[in-house]
């Protein structure tokens, strides 16, 4: 069976950090493009960070450039979001996907996804 499972969302105050995972299992991660997109109530799905699936080129959202780092652990079979620096406008749920052969700056592309997970809450507040 098919998973992704994110982790590591919760509470901190604005300039905190947090580092979310995403488990895969039923299929091996490496190789596949990895998206970090998040959503809040009222707004559309925000693509945040993703890897490509050919060159494992790394995309930003400007949002978030300079202080997200994407990442995955082929050995642990898991993908990773490093969040630093975080403002109240990070708060959102956050949610990973996977897809085989997303190439290139298409790997932001939310709607070509396969697989996702069920998502993580992330509130920044003091």
């Known amino acids: 069976q098919v998973q992704l499972v994110e982790s590591g969302g919760g509470l901190v105050q604005p300039g905190g950090s947090l580092r979310l995972s995403c488990a895969a299992s039923?299929?091996?991660?490496?190789?596949?493009?990895i998206g970090w997109f998040r959503q809040t109530p009222g707004k559309e799905r925000e693509g945040v960070a993703c890897i490509s699936s050919s060159d494992e080129t790394r995309y930003y959202a400007d949002s978030v450039l300079g202080r997200f780092t994407i990442s995955r652990d082929n050995a642990k079979n898991t993908a990773y979001l490093q969040m630093s620096n975080l403002l109240p406008d990070d708060s959102a749920v956050y949610s990973c996907?996977?897809?085989?052969?997303?190439?290139?700056?298409?790997?932001?592309?939310?709607?070509?996804?396969?697989?996702w997970g069920q998502g993580t809450q992330v509130n920044i507040s003091s």
């Open positions: 039923g299929f091996t991660l490496a190789n596949y493009a």
């Open positions: 996907a996977a897809h085989p052969y997303l190439f290139g700056s298409t790997c932001q592309r939310s709607e070509y996804y396969d697989y």
